[in-house]
């Protein structure tokens, strides 16, 4: 298998570039598309892909600067992108290499055109609806959800299910969604005897499921123990990098929940305590349109843990259905 290109590799390459507009080198000889780094002549970095087929819908936007057109020496198409706010250079740098990976499984030029073009215009407003830092509430929801795949998912199942199965970030009312079962996780910080549940249909569902309850707290950095957020994200990147479909598809589900990398998130550390499931069955307490007024059209409630002791499952062998 190629390698996946190294961002350090990339930003070497780059900054080793001279700061001519129509010096270019090629990213990578061995990727199916001529994709092209350089600078410009004010010394910014430049993205260039060179194709024989016409890049269509991708054009300039309030963060990206984007020129397409037909080169007289050979008839090709050039789209040059360029970023318009150097405050978001560690976002561009991120977006030129997910551009680069999500069109190297391409069958062929026209293929991996449209892969390009797909994936440029979901990052153009993934810039455009915002680039705030996440909250740290969403952080640890997210970062739950993560160590579900890494600690529970990637050794009971294969790469495939463990990130087709995580839906959440597609707007399900369910964080995995599995043929024979569910699941929903829940983050917590040790000692806190609650968890939320946001509406009405997250657990309405006929099929047995579970709550995953996992136990996370923040640490310092020099607990051995610990991880930051993008460690988190990179230790999980690192182990699909063998299918790099699914490695595109994970990062495609981490651009819908609004993380992009941030240097900030490597100041964040955590420490995992721990995993808990509840078997969500008929019998479990929960509200849902049926056993509510009809008056009563949307709400969220909170669970008590010790409440719902009866329903804990031992352990994560108890979960069954996850294949």
Same mark, same amino acid.
């Given at each position: ?140 929801? #997210? %970062?739950? =959800? ?10 009971? /199942?294969?790469?495939? @299910? &463990? !990130? $087709? ?121 929960? #509200? %849902?349109? =049926? ?10 409630? /909170?669970?008590?843990? @010790? &409440? !719902? $002791? ?14």
């Amino acid at each position: 298998m190629t390698n996946l290109i190294d961002i350090e590799e990339l930003l070497k390459k780059w900054d080793n570039s001279h700061a001519e507009e129509d010096v270019l080198k090629r990213v990578d000889a061995e990727h199916p598309l001529d994709f092209f780094i350089g600078k410009d002549d004010e010394g910014k970095r430049v993205f260039a892909l060179i194709t024989n087929f016409e890049p269509t819908n991708v054009s300039s936007s309030k963060f990206l600067s984007v020129i397409k057109n037909k080169r007289s020496t050979d008839d090709r198409w050039a789209v040059k992108i360029k970023l318009k706010n150097d405050e978001f250079e560690d976002v561009f740098v991120h977006l030129c290499v997910d551009l680069i990976e999500a069109c190297r499984v391409c069958i062929n030029e026209l293929n991996g055109m449209e892969i390009f073009v797909t994936r440029f215009l979901k990052w153009q407003k993934m810039m455009e609806t915002g680039l705030e830092e996440m909250s740290a509430s969403k952080i640890k929801g #997210l %970062i739950g =959800e993560l160590l579900f795949i890494d600690k529970i998912l990637l050794k009971r /199942t294969d790469k495939e @299910t &463990a !990130i $087709e199965s995580w839906l959440g970030p597609e707007g399900y009312d369910r964080d995995f969604v599995f043929c024979e079962t569910w699941v929903e996780v829940k983050t917590i910080g040790t000692g806190k005897d609650s968890i939320e549940i946001s509406s009405l249909d997250q657990l309405n569902v006929e099929k047995i499921g579970y709550l995953a309850v996992i136990n996370l707290d923040k640490t310092s950095e020099t607990d051995a123990a610990g991880f930051s957020f993008n460690e988190i994200i990179n230790t999980l990147i690192l182990k699909l990098q063998s299918v790099p479909k699914m490695l595109f598809l994970f990062n495609d589900k981490l651009m819908l929940l609004g993380y992009r990398y941030r240097e900030s998130y490597d100041n964040m550390h955590f420490i995992f305590n721990g995993i808990n499931y509840y078997k969500v069955d008929a019998t479990f307490p929960k #509200l %849902i349109p =049926e056993n509510i007024r009809s008056e009563i059209v949307r709400a969220n409630y /909170t669970l008590s843990l @010790t &409440a !719902i $002791e009866q329903w804990k499952v031992e352990d994560n062998y108890g979960v069954t259905g996850i294949s």
